[in-house]
C-alpha cells in the first residue's frame, strides 16, 4: 500500500501523478514519534485557547503530549488526552501554539506545524453567565462515537464557545457557530452522560444544559457518521496515455481534524494520504494511476482516520471503469 504526504498548505488534495500539488514520501526512521496532525487552536474565552490536536500512532505508545506557547512549553497532558486548555492569557492577544509527542521511552518528537488563535476582548464587568444550552440531544454513532446537538445559549453581551463534558470531564470546546459535534474515541457497548455548557468572552460559564445518555452499540461499528460524505468517483485518460481515478468527498464532522485518509481499491488498502499542512475544511480531492488498459471496471470507497487515532467508517463504494468514456 502506498502512504502519500501532501505538505503543500491549502491545497487539494492531488496526487503527482496527476500534475496537482507538490507530493513527498513519508519517511519512518522508527525512533521519536512522529509530528501531531489536525492540531487546532480556538479562543475559549479573554483569557484562554483551547488546543486539540488528532493522536500520534507509535510504537512503544505515547506517554504525554506537550503543548508550547511560542517556544515555552505552557503544559502536557497524558497520552490518551488530546486537548489542553491554556490558561491565563491576555485578552484580545494573538498567540502561537505547536504540540509534541513524547513515547514511554522518552523520545521528544518534532513539533506540530505552528497555529495561531487570538483570545476574545475582556467583557467590562461582565457577571452575567449565559444561559444553559438548551434543546441537547444524541444519538450513538457506532460503537466507537456518538453525535450531540443543542441550541444556542443567550447572553447579554457574546457567547463565544461551547463545552462539552462527559461525566464532569471536560472533552471538548466547539466555536459559538458551532451546535452540533460527533464525539470520538469511546468504548463499544458503554454508557455515557453528556452535558453541554456556553461560556462567555468574561469567562462566565453556563450552567449545564440538559444530561444526555447514550449507549454506544456493540461490535466495532465506526458509525455512518464518521463516513466521509459525498463521495464521487470518476475517470480520465491522462496525456501519459494511463487511466487515472478521480476521487472527492465531504470530510466528516468529528471532535477534531481529519488529516489521514485510506483509499480502498477493489476490496484491498490502496493509498494512504497525509496532509502536512491545513486539511480543508470543505471538499477533499485525489487522483491516482488505475493502469493502462481500457475497459477494466474498479470499486473504489474511502475512510477517514479519526482524530483519536482509530479509523472511521467507509464511505458509499463506487465503481468507476477505465475508458474514454468515463
Not at 522508527?30 to 475559549?44: D, E, N, Q
Not at 522518552?106 to 495561531?116: K, M, N, Q
Not at 456518538?146 to 464557545?161: E, G, I
Not at 488529516?259 to 471538499?283: C, F, H, K, M, N
Amino acid at each position: 500500500m502506498r502512504r502519500v504526504v501532501l505538505r503543500v498548505t491549502g491545497c487539494a488534495l492531488v496526487s503527482a501523478l496527476s500534475g496537482g500539488c507538490a507530493v513527498g514520501a513519508a519517511g519512518d526512521d522508527g525512533r521519536a514519534p512522529g509530528a501531531p496532525t489536525g492540531v487546532t487552536a480556538a479562543a475559549g474565552n479573554s483569557t484562554s485557547v483551547h488546543v486539540m490536536w488528532n493522536a500520534v500512532a507509535a510504537d512503544p505508545g505515547i506517554s504525554v503530549y506537550e503543548v508550547y506557547l511560542g517556544a515555552e512549553k505552557a503544559g502536557e497532558v497524558p497520552g490518551a488526552a488530546h486537548m489542553l486548555d491554556v490558561v491565563r492569557l491576555a485578552p484580545s492577544t494573538a498567540y502561537v501554539f505547536t504540540v509534541r509527542a513524547r513515547d514511554t521511552e522518552g523520545r521528544l518528537g518534532p513539533p506540530s506545524r505552528e497555529v495561531r488563535a487570538v483570545t476574545a476582548a475582556a467583557g467590562a464587568a461582565d457577571r452575567s453567565a449565559p444561559t444553559a444550552p438548551g434543546g441537547v440531544s444524541g444519538r450513538a454513532a457506532g460503537s466507537r462515537a456518538v453525535r450531540l446537538s443543542w441550541s444556542a445559549s443567550a447572553d447579554d453581551r457574546k457567547v463565544v464557545s461551547y463545552e462539552v463534558y462527559r461525566g464532569d470531564a471536560k472533552i471538548h470546546s466547539v466555536g459559538a457557530a458551532q451546535t452540533a459535534t460527533v464525539v470520538t474515541g469511546l468504548r463499544p457497548g458503554t454508557s455515557y452522560a453528556f452535558t453541554v455548557r456556553a461560556r462567555d468572552a468574561a469567562d462566565n460559564l453556563s450552567p449545564a444544559g440538559p444530561v444526555v445518555r447514550i449507549t454506544t452499540a456493540e461490535g466495532a461499528d465506526a458509525g455512518a457518521d464518521t463516513a466521509p460524505a459525498d463521495f464521487r468517483a470518476t475517470g480520465h485518460r491522462g496525456a501519459d496515455g494511463g487511466y487515472y481515478i478521480d476521487l472527492s468527498w465531504t470530510p466528516p464532522r468529528v471532535d477534531g481534524v481529519v488529516a489521514e485518509y485510506r483509499i480502498q481499491l477493489d476490496g484491498q488498502p490502496a493509498t494512504s494520504l497525509v496532509w502536512g499542512g491545513t486539511p480543508p475544511r470543505g471538499t477533499a480531492a485525489h487522483s491516482f494511476y488505475a493502469g493502462g488498459k481500457a475497459g477494466v471496471a474498479h470499486r473504489v470507497r474511502v475512510r477517514a482516520r479519526l482524530p483519536d487515532g482509530g479509523w472511521g467508517a467507509f464511505s458509499a463504494e463506487r465503481t468507476v471503469t477505465t475508458g474514454p468514456e468515463v
